[in-house]
């Protein structure tokens, strides 16, 4: 017995000292493996130090799900009775991609505007910029004034999905988000300090980072096998830091929505759907929850939430952000409790015009500012890298795009102009823009016939807690101006997935 006991220490021992050795092989996977191309090895030092990470899978970033990418019928799924004919159905493939689980809550945004504060101190325009618009829940003929006290600050909202904010400030928190998620990942990997120390410009940006714009509060660098170097900086090769987050183009919440994972059997779709779940009801028809308001919309004029001890949905205005159920892809209040955001410039026919591979309407490509040796130029007051739109002249003999501002391609720019008189040649028409062919000024007696479509007009999708339950299918789209908002608009985020579609962690 006594044999026996001193056999399993000796063994225990041997462990321990093997499982930092384990550790220390792991971390070298790809060492001595040898280039398909010139034979001379990848990751060491003597042959230059050229390294190559294998063998590489995402993973997945705070608050996000990963939703498989494939092929689905994009737009109507019942009938159009606003007769507005902008959702004519295409069959489109959607790459793989992230989305939050949830849309963003009243507690995330504030702290968003607790970091901006703090952080760009000489710049107080930056948190007015940011800060939601409250006065979106005031009515003429409503007493809503409580709600514009209480319900971005008070930590009985605090759940509940933020709204009053408009596109341009969905984007910024976007980009913020994506700066404060790389940030803790440098920390969390001993790269970085935490540093609440930084202000204004000093501030951690991601692309700063690695176009070497920005230091911080280095803990180590990692060691350089360039024979050349010592340590350096993460680069974006090391595959350690994440993509952007940003918003979901339309066709990618429209696909995140409908789910329609769960009604597939190999490649067989069994049943479309109207709503993120099955039936063409809107109450639970499982038996636990039988009856049960399935989202947070309107049942009929003036009918909200129900009655007093049976409230329907259970939600005056919003509701918590995970209320209900998720759909097949895990995502909450896809349908109902607020619209929100996507990325896309609104077109009544984008169906028609888009590519059938990751379709959006939108683009403008841009390049970074860069001095006359073509380095990087220096960053701007809020630490972030300048960018500008790319000048024709430089897009001469591509063949993929020809302008930088895409936005109107087809559909507002000069070459589909309803005027015949157009010229490529003429500043004053390429100037011109969407205005040639959505038309903008005022008819006689100063009635003003402008159309509401123009390169500013963005989609926002989904029903609301003010709305009916048509608006909840989540092909049915919308428009509003990127610079407004309203209370019934929030937006979740999404994030590029790299590498192979059915790869995730």
């Known amino acids: 017995m006594k044999l026996k006991s001193s056999i399993i220490l000796f063994v225990f021992a041997i462990s321990l000292m093997i499982l930092p050795s384990c550790s220390k092989v792991k971390s070298l996977v790809g060492k001595g493996e040898k280039s398909k191309t010139t034979g001379w090895a990848y990751n060491e030092p003597e042959n230059g130090g050229f390294e190559y990470h294998s063998g590489f899978q995402q993973e997945t970033g705070p608050g996000l799900k990963f939703i498989q990418g494939g092929t689905f019928t994009m737009g109507r799924t019942q009938q159009d009775v606003m007769y507005d004919w902008n959702n004519v159905p295409r069959r489109v493939t959607v790459p793989s991609f992230y989305i939050d689980e949830s849309e963003v809550r009243n507690v995330d945004y504030l702290e968003y505007l607790h970091w901006i504060k703090r952080v760009f101190v000489s710049y107080p325009e930056v948190y007015r910029k940011a800060l939601p618009d409250t006065l979106v829940w005031r009515d003429e003929l409503a007493y809503n004034e409580p709600y514009v006290n209480n319900y971005l600050r008070h930590p009985a909202y605090g759940e509940y999905p933020v709204v009053g904010v408009s596109w341009e400030q969905a984007v910024d928190f ?158 909450y209040c896809m349908a109902g409790n607020v619209s929100e955001w996507v990325a896309d410039v609104y077109r009544p026919m984008s169906s028609e015009d888009i590519s059938d591979f990751n379709p959006y309407r939108g683009n403008v490509f841009k390049t970074a500012v860069r ?129 192979h579609p059915a790869n995730q962690k």
Request: hydrophobic share 30%.
């Open 174 to 331: 976007c980009e913020w988000r994506t700066d404060r998620v790389n940030e803790r990942i440098l920390i969390d990997r001993g790269i970085l300090n935490e540093d609440p120390t930084q202000r204004d410009e000093n501030n951690f940006n991601t692309e700063s980072y690695l176009a070497g714009q920005y230091e911080g509060a280095v803990n180590k660098n990692l060691t350089d096998l360039n024979p050349d170097n010592e340590e350096r900086s993460v680069r974006w090769s090391d595959g350690m830091l994440l993509p952007k987050y940003r918003l979901p183009s339309e066709a990618e919440w429209e696909y995140a929505a409908t789910a329609l994972i769960g009604n597939s059997q190999d490649e067989r779709i069994t049943d479309r759907k109207i709503f993120p779940w099955n039936g063409h009801w809107v109450r639970n028809d499982d038996k636990k929850s039988r009856g049960k308001m399935m989202a947070n919309f309107v049942r009929g004029r003036g009918d909200y939430m129900g009655t007093a001890g049976a409230l329907n949905d259970a939600g005056d205005i919003t509701v918590p952000v995970n209320s209900f159920w998720p759909n097949d892809f895990g995502l």
């Open 371 to 499: 001095d006359e040796e073509g380095n990087i130029a220096e960053k701007d007051s809020l630490g972030r890298l300048r960018y500008r739109n790319q000048k024709d002249e430089e897009l001469v003999g591509r063949e993929n795009y020809k302008t930088a501002d895409n936005r109107n391609y087809r559909d507002g720019d000069v070459e589909s102009s309803i005027v015949s008189d157009y010229t490529w040649n003429n500043p004053e028409h390429q100037a011109a823009g969407s205005s040639r062919m959505y038309v903008q000024g005022r008819g006689q007696g100063g009635s003003d016939f402008s159309s509401m479509v123009t390169d500013d007009s963005r989609v926002y999708k989904g029903g609301s807690w003010k709305d009916r339950a048509f608006w909840m299918s989540p092909s049915a789209r919308r428009f509003l101006n990127q610079k407004e908002a309203r209370d019934d608009i929030g937006f979740r985020c999404a994030m590029t997935h790299v590498g």
